[in-house]
Structures are given as structure tokens and as C-alpha cells.
């Protein structure tokens, strides 16, 4: 069984920075691809960045332009980090940490991604 947990949230300023933490465990998430995905009301869930297992291969959305990394570490568990810089108020949303199973390969869409965080918010205002 696989669990995620997000944290580092908040209510920020437009142009400040925040990073976003996802401690991952369970059997073989070390092996897994993981992404970052955010969520406003009203609106489908979006793909924000993913990182394939090695952690060599990244990817972003396009409304991401620069200011965000994604990345992840590995010791007893995985913990995949988003780094996020000059946020604007367009960047408030759920975001939730994501994996796959070991090994798949990395979707832009949410569907085929297993294993979902509970979500933390990210709120900027103006």
C-alpha cells in the first residue's frame, strides 16, 4: 500500500516563493514515477510537474515557465519536493502529490496515476 502525505500549504503573497513536500512510502514508490497536480474550484485537476523514479527526467506544465522544480530524495522514504517561485494569484489551488506504479510511465492527465495525496492549499493573493 502506498501513502502519500502533502505539506508546506499556505496563504502567500503574490511573488513569493513556497515549497511543497509529499513524503511517499510504501512498496516499491522509490521505483515509481511521481507529479505534482493542483486543483482550483470549479476546475478539472492539472497536470503542475512530474519526475520519472531515477529522478532524471523532468517535465511541467506550461503555465509553469521557470518558476517552479520539482524534485525528489530517497532515504527510508521518497519525498518529492516542488519548489515554487514568483507565484501569482492564478497559482491558487489544491495541490496534491501523485504516483504510479513502479516503473509506468509518466501521464499528463490524472487518470492513470494509482496513488493520490490527501491535497494541501496554496493560496496567493494579489
Known amino acids: 500500500q502506498v501513502r502519500l502525505v502533502e505539506s508546506g500549504g499556505g496563504l502567500v503573497q503574490a511573488g513569493d516563493s513556497l515549497t511543497l513536500s509529499c513524503i511517499a512510502s510504501?512498496?516499491?514508490?522509490?521505483?515509481?514515477?511521481m507529479a505534482w497536480f493542483r486543483q482550483a474550484p470549479g476546475r478539472e485537476r492539472e497536470f503542475v510537474a512530474a519526475i520519472d523514479w531515477v529522478g532524471s527526467y523532468r517535465d511541467y506544465g506550461d503555465f509553469v515557465k521557470d518558476r517552479f522544480t520539482i524534485s525528489r530524495e530517497t532515504d527510508r522514504n521518497t519525498v518529492l519536493t516542488l519548489e515554487m517561485n514568483s507565484l501569482e494569484p492564478e497559482d491558487t489551488a489544491a495541490y496534491f502529490c501523485?504516483?504510479?506504479?513502479?516503473?509506468?510511465?509518466?501521464?499528463?492527465?490524472?487518470?492513470?496515476?494509482?496513488?493520490w495525496g490527501q491535497g494541501t492549499q496554496v493560496t496567493v493573493s494579489a
Open positions: 510504501g512498496v516499491g514508490v522509490s521505483r515509481a514515477p
Open positions: 501523485a504516483a504510479r506504479s513502479p516503473q509506468a510511465s509518466i501521464s499528463y492527465t490524472s487518470s492513470p496515476w494509482e496513488y
